[in-house]
């Protein structure tokens, strides 16, 4: 998926939100495509149709990522520990250790989620945030850098800026847009 292709990956699961064959699992690729692109608002509206549904991949992720944007730390730790198998879990338990303050354990987690997912340009940009508040200034932006050009899945627009930003607050690279 392109940067730019979250739209389209959003349409197609709007398109799929009245057919039988979609199910709940359009409800999640919805969340996700919301939330990458920063329509938090329509992220809490889907994520109603799953609030049910534990059993679908994802679908406690993004749920995790919602509690987290309301600052419930426990209850995205639980939701995140529910696939914390997957790197995307991991990932989510490392941004709620950042926000704990617990960088050391966060750097951990975050490490362990690259390694199950070495390209996740979701992983790279955690990676790079925890890097910068623990002060490794040069791994911070290495990770920066990498989260914008090998992404798989990629950043979206909103995300790059955010990476973008936080390179120049580092006084590093400047990848282009």
């Known amino acids: 998926m392109e940067a730019g292709e979250y739209g389209l990956a959003l349409m197609d699961a709007e398109a799929l939100r009245d057919s039988a064959s979609a199910g709940p699992s359009a409800a999640v690729m ?3 495509c919301y939330r990458r692109l920063g329509n938090f608002e329509r992220v809490d509206d889907e994520l109603v149709a799953l609030l049910d549904r534990e059993d679908l991949p994802g679908a406690a992720v993004e749920r995790g990522y919602a509690r987290l944007r ?3 730390l426990n209850g995205a730790a639980e939701d ?3 696939e ?3 790197a995307e879990g991991m990932c989510g338990l490392a941004l709620v250790q950042l926000r704990q303050g617990k960088l050391r354990e966060a750097q951990a987690r975050i ?3 690259l390694k199950r997912a070495p390209h996740n340009g979701e992983c790279l940009m955690a990676a790079g945030q925890i890097l910068m508040l623990l002060g490794l200034r040069g791994d911070a932006a290495a990770a ?3 989260a914008l050009g090998v992404g798989r899945p990629p950043l979206s627009k909103r995300e790059a800026e955010e990476v973008r930003e936080s390179l120049s607050r580092l006084g590093g690279g400047t990848s282009a847009a």
């Open 30 to 32: 919805r969340c996700t």
């Open 70 to 72: 309301k600052g419930d």
């Open 80 to 82: 995140f520990a529910r």
């Open 84 to 86: 914390s198998e997957q």
């Open 111 to 113: 490490q362990a989620a």
């Open 144 to 146: 920066f850098e990498q």
